[in-house]
Antibody, heavy 115, light 109 residues
């Protein structure tokens, strides 16, 4: 049974970079042909797709975040990561890593952008 | 970026039937958009209910079904139960990039 766990700072200052890592356990990130994604949910609002990556490194980004976003994968560590630069208060949200196919989700981590 | 539209809210009576829809600003939703449907209850992580328009998982209650209907993706709930009260989100693929709909708040009342 796959398990996903997000890790990273819960507080980021405005204009700085938000970095999160998703560690996959119980299976190899390389063994499936499905996409791994980052999804966020601002408090009281809906889900937003941030971007996704395949184990090959192919990425797809939300166009509204594309200029600030990097998603990468480290198959040796069975991890994939998110890097979002120049954050503002609008980036405050619960961030989930997930493989939606098969219903594999991390518990989510609240990231607050504040000085 | 494409905009994916859902009904903001719907109400269904216990035991009743309701259809939630998911439309695309780019035109008809097709199987090529690989529609997913998710259920999210307050304070919980989303749960994937339907993938690729109509495929279910072992944990998907039989009363939920997915389809393509009138140019939209649809999630039909037949025989609503109180525990089905939740937010429902669809997710469409646009050549690999994904977009969520705004979500439908379903009330069972």
């Amino acid at each position: 049974q796959l398990q996903l766990q997000e890790s990273g700072p819960g507080l980021v200052k405005p204009s700085e970079t938000l970095s999160l890592t998703c560690t996959v356990s119980g299976g190899s990130i390389s063994s499936s042909g499905y996409f791994w994604g980052w999804i966020r949910q601002p408090p009281g609002k809906g889900l937003e797709w941030i971007g996704s990556i395949f184990y090959t490194g192919t990425t797809y980004y939300n166009p509204s975040l594309k200029t600030r976003l990097t998603i990468s994968v480290d198959t040796s560590k069975n991890q994939f990561s998110l890097r979002l630069t120049s954050v503002t208060a609008a980036d405050t949200a619960v961030y989930h890593c997930a493989r939606p196919h098969g219903n594999y989700w991390g518990q989510g981590t609240l990231v607050t952008v504040s000085s | 970026q494409a905009v994916v539209t859902q009904e903001p809210s719907l109400t269904v009576s216990p035991g009743g039937t309701v259809t939630l829809t998911c439309g695309s600003s780019t035109g008809a939703v097709t199987s090529g958009h690989y529609p997913y449907w998710f259920q999210q209850k307050p304070g919980q992580v989303p749960r994937t209910l339907i993938y690729e328009s109509s495929s279910k998982y072992s944990w998907t209650p039989a009363r939920f079904s997915g389809s393509l209907l009138g140019g939209k993706a649809a999630l039909t709930l037949s025989g609503a139960q109180p525990e089905d009260e939740a937010d429902y989100y669809c997710l469409l693929s646009y050549s690999g990039a994904r977009v969520f709909g705004g979500g439908t708040k379903l009330t069972v009342l």
